[in-house]
């Protein structure tokens, strides 16, 4: 099946480039999707969360994640410091809000990968954002993706598809849907999406 659209929101009311939100459920393939198209259009600018979650193999301070202590996190939130935040599968998250601001005012697209709960913050506070939600072709897949990825341990997997029924059941709330069974295709359908193609 090929990525989907449905709907359209109107374009912003002058050509800077707007934010760009993309969500869906742990392991549908949102993090793939965007590597992939970063690797061919680097000019994109993803942010970097904050999270209290501990680094899986591989992942590195400041490029994946800003990895906090909890009372760091603490000091994000009560300083204002974080644009949106979120608890997720017990886990607190947060996108840095200087950064972004300092992205779109220079003109560059800025694309947050964070969770419904986010999306549903930025709706309120950026209204001119764009909200794209990344769906699995089918809830067996999606069941395999997260197995497969083989990251995190079964009562943490449990968890997430928890929170993934949660999520698939707010996709009519996005703007678009995009549903991820070509990591390419919905690469460059992102891409379209944010203008940058
Ligand atoms: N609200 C919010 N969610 C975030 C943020 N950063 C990451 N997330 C979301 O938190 C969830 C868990 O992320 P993570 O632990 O990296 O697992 P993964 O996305 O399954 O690889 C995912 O839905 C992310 O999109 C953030 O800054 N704010
Ligand atoms: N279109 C796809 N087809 C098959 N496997 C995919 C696809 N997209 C992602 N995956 C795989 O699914 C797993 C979860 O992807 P990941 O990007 O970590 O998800 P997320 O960031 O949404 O939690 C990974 O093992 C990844 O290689």
């Known amino acids: 099946m090929a990525a989907t659209f449905r709907g359209t ?5 002058d050509d800077r480039p707007r934010l760009t939100v ?3 459920p742990s392991g549908v393939g949102k993090s793939t999707v965007v590597a992939h198209m970063r690797k061919e259009h680097p000019e994109v600018w993803l942010s970097v969360s904050a999270t209290t979650r501990k680094p899986r193999p591989g992942e590195k ?3 994946h994640y800003f990895f906090v202590s909890d009372e760091e996190m603490d000091k994000l939130i009560a300083n204002g410091e974080l644009l949106e935040w979120a608890e997720f599968a017990g886990h607190r998250y947060g996108t840095p809000r ?3 601001l300092e992205h779109l ?6 694309l947050l990968e964070i969770d419904l709960q986010g999306a549903r913050q930025v709706r309120e506070t950026m209204p001119e954002g764009r909200l794209v939600f ?4 089918s809830w067996e897949e999606l069941v395999r993706r997260l197995t497969g990825r ?7 997997i449990e ?3 928890d929170a993934a029924k949660v999520e698939l059941a707010a996709e009519p709330e996005f703007d678009e849907t995009l549903v991820n069974t070509s990591v390419k295709d919905v690469a460059r359908e992102l891409l379209a999406l944010m203008d940058v193609v």
């Open 9 to 13: 929101t109107p374009e912003p009311p």
């Open 134 to 137: 990344l769906a699995p072709p």
């Open 98 to 100: 200087a950064a972004v």
């Open 105 to 110: 005012e220079a003109g560059v697209p800025v």
């Open 22 to 24: 993309l969500s869906g």
């Open 150 to 156: 083989g990251t995190e341990a079964p009562e943490v």
């Open 159 to 161: 968890r997430r598809l």
């Open 61 to 63: 301070h400041g490029v």
